[in-house]
């Protein structure tokens, strides 16, 4: 499960304009929220993101890195295993496969 992305594109959608929010979020939209993300997250510029910068992004009290986030199981989610879950998200989230998560199937 790639939690971490999809917290991501939660974190993302809150401040879209209702109208932009309605018509949905292309691959565009999709990468530029992961990767703003990322850059906020990634307190120490390592482009990798540890547990505890991963509980601070999230302003949870735990959190951990999960399976799909880290592929080589070194405990962090470096930038390209960051990519990778996002595009597995991507697909996932895109039911219809039209390249554009409506605000249906962000729900
Ligand atoms: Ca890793
Ligand atoms: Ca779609």
Redesign the pocket.
Known sequence: MALLLLAAVVVALTPVPASAQSAGMDRADFDSARDSFFSSADRNGDF?LSGAELMNAMGATDAQ?FDG??????????YS?YLDSGDQLFHQLDEDGDGTLSSQELQ
């Open positions: 990798a890195i986030d880290d592929a080589d199981g070194d405990g962090l989610c470096s295993e």
